[in-house]
T-cell receptor, first 113, second 118 residues
Framework: GESVGLHLPTLSVQEGDNSIINCAYSNSASDYFIWYKQESGKGPQFIIDIRSNMDKRQGQRVTVLLNKTVKHLSLQIAATQPGDSAVYFCADYSSGGSYIPTFGRGTSLIVHP | KAGVTQTPRYLIKTRGQQVTLSCSPISGHRSVSWYQQTPGQGLQFLFEYFSETQRNKGNFPGRFSGRQFSNSRSEMNVSTLELGDSALYLC?????????????????FGPGTRLTVT
């Protein structure tokens, strides 16, 4: 993921809306990607992952889309609920050298009842 | 099954001191990773241990070190603390296959240790 500055971008939605959270990564050698959710005062929680041989993967109410051409990842959350309010960030793993994660800065999702 | 536990949860240290943080992984998990999270730099990988061996290391100075014991419990140490080391230090455990194997690499994070250096 890329560093995008000190302040997290914020996405504010109404309960029941669909949410789309974006992430750009910089390493063209990245071949594994994970989305995490982090609630206030807690550690990150795994949501969904995708490998570079796929461009879409679906989970329960979540879908991850991968566009390797523009090095972009998105997380779609269907029927967003107040419990989805958290910071969401992506991690990418590069196949070159040590296989360690690089994290995006995150997006704060606020869901209004 | 109990989750990942980290001790202490909060810590205040003075510049120049050293600190040791502890992590107990989920029972049966053999891999433990450490991360630093700050408002300025976000989440950054420190190192990963598997079966008492450091498997990967992030781009941090040698003041940051760690180890893993035979029961998979892990400690990280920061020597000669600097103000910039103030951060939330997160530990995560996984069964141990690693992200490279081609399987889902699901790590389970602890709540973190909040370190403040004054």
């Amino acid at each position: 993921g890329e560093s995008v500055g000190l302040h997290l971008p914020t996405l504010s939605v109404q309960e029941g809306d669909n949410s789309i959270i974006n992430c750009a990564y910089s390493n063209s050698a990245s071949d594994y990607f994970i989305w995490y959710k982090q609630e206030s005062g807690k550690g990150p929680q795994f949501i969904i992952d995708i490998r570079s041989n796929m461009d879409k993967r679906q989970g329960q109410r979540v879908t991850v889309l991968l566009n390797k051409t523009v090095k972009h990842l998105s997380l779609q959350i269907a029927a967003t609920q107040p419990g989805d309010s958290a910071v969401y960030f992506c991690a990418d793993y590069s196949s070159g050298g040590s296989y360690i994660p690089t994290f995006g800065r995150g997006t704060s999702l606020i869901v209004h009842p | 099954k109990a989750g990942v536990t980290q001790t202490p949860r909060y810590l205040i240290k003075t510049r120049g001191q050293q600190v040791t943080l502890s992590c107990s992984p989920i029972s049966g998990h053999r891999s433990v990773s450490w991360y630093q999270q700050t408002p300025g730099q976000g989440l950054q990988f420190l190192f990963e241990y598997f079966s008492e061996t450091q498997r990967n290391k992030g781009n941090f100075p040698g003041r940051f070190s760690g180890r893993q014991f035979s029961n998979s419990r892990s400690e990280m140490n920061v020597s000669t603390l600097e103000l910039g080391d103030s951060a939330l230090y997160l530990c995560a455990s996984s069964p141990g296959q690693g992200a490279r194997i081609g399987m889902t690499y699901e790590q389970y994070f602890g709540p973190g240790t909040r370190l403040t250096v004054t």
